[in-house]
């Protein structure tokens, strides 16, 4: 009996390896990671994409899509996913909300979902059209909060090291008045005495706090851990009990410190290993979504703060080209697209302008990605639009302005917007003004239809290759 239960899941397993394997080898699977910190637009990107794949993808909405300006693409529908323990994307409730009147956001993640979509299309290749003129490809997508992405980066580090960095973050002079209470507290801890469970506890969730309001007033984008923002189901677990301190190592004896030390890489092998390991080692293809003008508004730090966020995140991911047989199982990163997004909160004359700025600030990273064999691109889009563009005459001068209704606000508004900076500006270079951009609603659907800023050629960039 057991041997023939071994054997049937022996066999399943392999049936499941083997079809796996076949789809690589055609290239008809691409798993795209959907990368970007809290508040970028992942989910409402996973949400525009599958909407305007499954019901708008004609050559007037998707003109720079191949597939769809050729009248190729067949259909596009949502399947059963290969990783059952993991909840599907709600893409009804996410695209009921963008289609509502008034249209709102979906709301932001809680947890990890994924859902897979099959694309149908007429293919072009000699080689494929000879097997079948007729192909599918499968596009893997998964959501997550973003919180929990930053968590990525400390699977490289070591308590004391990861200690040290969170507390010269918490010190930077934007940062110290939500700080102090817990700067001092951890000043006065003794790392070296026995442990005491009741003091750990309480630093623990006064840290907690300490990450809560800087979520909620500044756009700092590395809070770590990210499960003390969005816990999941470690709500209330030890695991998360631990907080950074300048405390010493002693060769022996158990001190507080080597207890806070445990936990730490407790968290890091139980939580954000098998998160890395389970969504984040597989991937074909990447797009990062950046809101830059978010960190803009808050000033040149957060710029600099999200550009060292960006690269320790673009740092565990892995890139290259992989030759045929390791992609098989071992599939790499092969293209990446850094996206300036929500482009639609400023003009369509400064759009160039946000892509430049946040080239700039991936360049470093792009130059060796590039090296490595990795395609890359830099765009200005918005999934889904939430502005029209307008002009203004004033005093005889034209002015390129945006039409929307801001987030919270009753009415729409005209709204010319600051011209954002091509790279990161220093403080000297700041603009005493700084840089006051809005948030806007959607824009209501037309007949049941969203509208985007360059979908279009985010698809082509990402897929395009793999529908010809
Ligand atoms: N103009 C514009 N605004 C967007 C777009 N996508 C997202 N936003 C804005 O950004 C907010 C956050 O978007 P989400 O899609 O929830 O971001 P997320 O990355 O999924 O955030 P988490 O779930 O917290 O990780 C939205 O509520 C909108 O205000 C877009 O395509 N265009
Ligand atoms: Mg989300």
């Known amino acids: 009996m057991n041997t023939r239960r071994f054997s049937k899941d022996t066999f399943e397993k392999l049936k499941n390896k083997a079809q796996k394997t076949l789809h690589r080898s055609l290239d008809q699977h691409i798993k795209l990671a959907v990368t970007g910190f809290s508040g970028s637009g992942k989910t409402a990107f996973i949400t525009a994409l599958i909407k305007h794949l499954t019901t708008q993808a004609d050559k007037q909405n998707l003109p720079f899509f191949d597939v769809a300006r050729e009248q190729r693409l067949i259909a596009v529908k949502a399947i059963p996913q290969r990783a059952l323990d993991i909840p599907t994307f709600d893409y009804n409730c996410a ?12 709301s932001s993640t809680q947890r990890i979902n994924t859902l897979t979509l099959a694309l149908k299309f007429e293919t072009r290749n000699a080689l494929k059209q000879h097997l079948s003129p007729i192909s599918t490809v499968y596009l893997e997508l998964i959501d997550y909060p973003g919180e929990w992405l930053v968590d990525l980066p400390m699977l490289n580090q070591d308590y004391q ?30 790392s070296d005495a026995v442990v005491d469970e009741t003091i750990l506890k309480k630093l623990s969730e006064q840290y907690q706090r300490l990450l809560l309001s800087l979520k909620q007033h500044t756009k700092v984008a590395q809070l770590q851990p990210g499960r003390m923002l969005i816990p999941g189901d470690l709500a209330g677990a030890p695991i998360l009990l631990f907080f950074p301190c300048d405390g010493v190592m002693t060769v022996s004896g158990e001190t507080q410190y080597m207890h806070l030390e445990a936990r730490f890489n407790a968290y890091k092998q139980q939580v954000i290993g098998p998160f890395y390991k389970q969504h984040f080692c597989q991937f074909d293809r990447q797009i990062v979504l950046v809101d830059i003008l978010s960190a803009l508004a808050d000033g040149p730090d957060t710029l600099r703060e999200q550009e060292q966020a960006l690269r320790n995140i ?41 892509a430049k700025l946040l080239h700039s600030m991936v360049h470093e990273k792009s130059n060796d990605l590039r090296f ?10 918005s999934a889904v639009q939430s502005t029209q563009q307008t002009q203004v005459v004033e005093s005889g001068k034209t002015l390129n302005c945006i039409v929307g209704k801001p987030i919270d606000e009753p009415h729409q508004i005209t709204f010319l917007p600051p011209q954002p900076p091509t790279h990161c500006l220093s403080k000297e270079q700041w603009p005493e003004q700084g840089f006051d951009f809005l948030s806007f609603a959607p824009l209501p659907a037309k007949c049941g239809n969203l509208s985007h800023v360059r979908l279009d050629h985010v698809l082509q960039f990402l897929l395009g290759d793999k529908l010809r």
């Open 95 to 106: 695209v009921n909300s963008l289609l509502a009147n008034p249209p709102s956001w979906p």
């Open 161 to 190: 090291t990861w200690s040290k960095e969170v507390l010269t973050l918490l010190k930077q002079p934007q940062y110290i008045d939500y700080a102090k209470e817990f700067l001092t507290a951890v000043d006065t801890f003794d």
């Open 314 to 354: 673009v740092d565990v991911f892995d890139y290259g080209k992989s030759n045929m047989l390791k992609r098989l199982f071992y599939p790499k990163i092969d293209k990446v697209l850094f996206a300036a997004n929500k482009c639609d909160h400023v003009s369509y004359e400064q759009q160039p302008q946000l």
């Open 372 to 381: 490595a064999g990795v395609e890359i691109d830099t765009m200005a889009v």
